[in-house]
């Protein structure tokens, strides 16, 4: 699961917002960093390059994707951590940076409470979030590429998690509630490469927790090709391109 993320979906959707949040960050110059959700490391890549001089500590809640990211890059400090019990002390950092991570968090204003904890005073929260499913060119296409595959009971996973965390006002909220000032907010649409929609498909279907919803409905070879088939009417062939809308904020502790 976590190579078919990192091989299929990394380069295309991912690693564009990796190096804009990237360069926010070096904007900031950071002396001390910890990066939430970290993956496999595609934002921590970016960072040990954008900022060389800062210290970062890379966690994810994932154990098998900290061994991934640490093998994939060893210049950061890796640890699994949980967002909401975050194991280091208070005003440890200087810069808290998550991509798409925090669509995850259970309680995310908790989560960000935590955050909070261990920014020193005045410290930055910097992190994006997915827009609306509907403004993300290939998830577009293989929410109706499933939805073809199981008429009846799609998955939703798409539009309730990754997806399910797009409205500003609240994400805004969430972190006023949490004692952070909002210092920045932008929508920022950037477009993804895929040079083979049957492996963009594969990212999806593999690597991410579609594969569980999938395998729930009893899945079979078909839905594969199902998939794949609607994928490539609405993209073509490939390769492809297609528009992905995030949300940036930046906030002061």
């Known amino acids: 699961m976590t190579a078919a993320y990192e091989q299929h979906l990394v380069p295309v959707v991912f690693q564009p917002f990796a190096a804009d949040l990237a360069a926010r960050a070096a904007a900031l110059r950071p002396r001390c960093v910890l990066e939430l959700a970290a993956g496999t490391g595609a934002l921590t890549s970016a960072l040990r390059s954008a900022v060389p001089s800062a210290e970062v500590t890379a966690t994810d809640l994932n154990e098998d994707m900290v061994a991934f990211g640490s093998a994939r890059c060893s210049g950061a400090t890796w640890r699994q951590a949980d967002a909401q019990r975050l194991p280091f002390p208070d005003g440890g950092f200087d810069l808290v940076a998550c991509q798409f991570g925090v669509m995850f968090f259970p309680d995310r204003v908790g989560a960000f409470t935590e955050v909070r904890r261990v920014l020193t005073p005045g410290g930055r929260f910097l992190f994006n979030t997915w827009g609306p499913l509907g403004a993300h060119g290939f998830e577009v296409a293989l929410q109706a590429g499933l939805e073809r595959a199981f008429p ?15 409205d500003p006002a609240v994400v805004a909220a969430d972190l006023t509630a949490a004692g952070f000032t909002v210092e920045d907010e932008q929508e920022l649409t950037l477009r993804g490469r895929a040079g083979s929609i049957a492996d963009l498909a594969d990212g999806y279907l593999t690597g991410t927790p579609v594969r569980a919803a999938v395998e729930e409905r009893g899945a079979d070879p078909a839905v594969r090709a199902t998939v794949i088939e609607e994928m490539r009417t609405r993209l073509g062939p490939g390769p492809a391109t297609a528009p992905m809308t995030a949300y940036v904020f930046r906030a002061a502790a």
Not at 152 to 166: E, I, K, M, N, S
Request: proline residues 20%; aromatic residues 14%.
């Open 152 to 166: 009846h009971d799609p998955p939703r996973f798409l539009r309730t998690v990754p997806h399910g965390y797009a």
